[in-house]
């Protein structure tokens, strides 16, 4: 079993909608979530850091579930320029392991 | 202030060969990290340095090795290259081997034929 897993999509959504991702996580020894954006074939971008007890930025939400060992990203009233793929990332005494990315399309 | 950068962007080799990617980090950050993603996949994470010295290491066979320079530039080599080496490698920065936003150069698109 991959330590992160995503589904891969493709979620495509108009614009205005809300969409969700989920995450699932092998390693329970994982201390740190994040999540990023990957613009098509540019570099990866820090998007949020992912707390317990749940943090929001504006029209994005991540929450952390340990219990289930799953990572969440809601994003609100989607926009166009939203499109991207959304990786999951999870650190514990290792380095940042990655997630595949969920690709999002936000349609006009 | 500069970010990450890498070189060359873009780069063709045939099986068999070697090559050498170049990693400048971003302002202030001395630790290095390279990780290689292939198409479809996220990035997978090939060693970390610090203080000139290869800290950590993921699942890559010898044939991938790298080096850290005083400036704390690095370089990534491939030797003996696979067609299934293909992918793009990004190079990545932080302050400090553990915590600190790691900051990801554009990457080196390397096709292998």
């Known amino acids: 079993r991959k330590e992160v897993e995503q589904d891969p999509g493709p979620f495509n959504v108009p614009e205005g909608a809300t969409v969700a991702f989920n995450c699932t996580y092998s390693?329970?020894?994982?201390?740190?979530f994040f999540w990023y954006r990957q613009d098509c074939r540019k570099e990866p971008k820090l998007l949020m850091s992912?707390?317990?007890s749940g943090n929001e930025d504006g029209r994005f939400t991540a929450q952390l579930n340990r219990a289930s060992q799953y990572i969440s990203l809601l994003i609100r009233d989607s926009k166009l320029s939203d499109s991207a793929t959304y990786l999951c990332?999870?650190?514990?005494?290792?380095?940042?392991?990655f997630g595949k990315g969920t690709r999002l399309s936000v349609i006009a | 202030d500069a970010g990450v950068t890498q070189s060359p962007t873009h780069l063709i080799k045939t099986r068999g060969q070697q090559v050498t990617l170049r990693c400048s980090p971003k302002s202030g950050h001395d630790t290095v990290s390279w990780y290689q993603q292939a198409l479809g996949q996220g990035p997978q994470f090939i060693f970390q340095?610090?203080?000139?010295?290869?800290?950590q290491r993921g699942n890559f066979p010898d044939r991938f090795s790298g080096h850290q320079f005083p400036n704390y530039s690095s370089e990534l080599n491939v030797n003996a290259l696979l067609l299934g080496d293909s992918a793009l490698y990004l190079c990545?920065?932080?302050?400090?081997?553990?915590?600190?936003?790691?900051?990801f150069g554009e990457g080196s698109r390397l096709t292998v034929l």
């Open positions: 340095y610090y203080e000139e010295e290869e800290r």
């Open positions: 390693n329970s020894a994982s201390q740190s």
């Open positions: 990332v999870g650190r514990g005494n290792t380095p940042l392991v």
């Open positions: 992912v707390y317990s």
């Open positions: 990545a920065s932080r302050t400090g081997p553990v915590a600190g936003e790691l900051f």
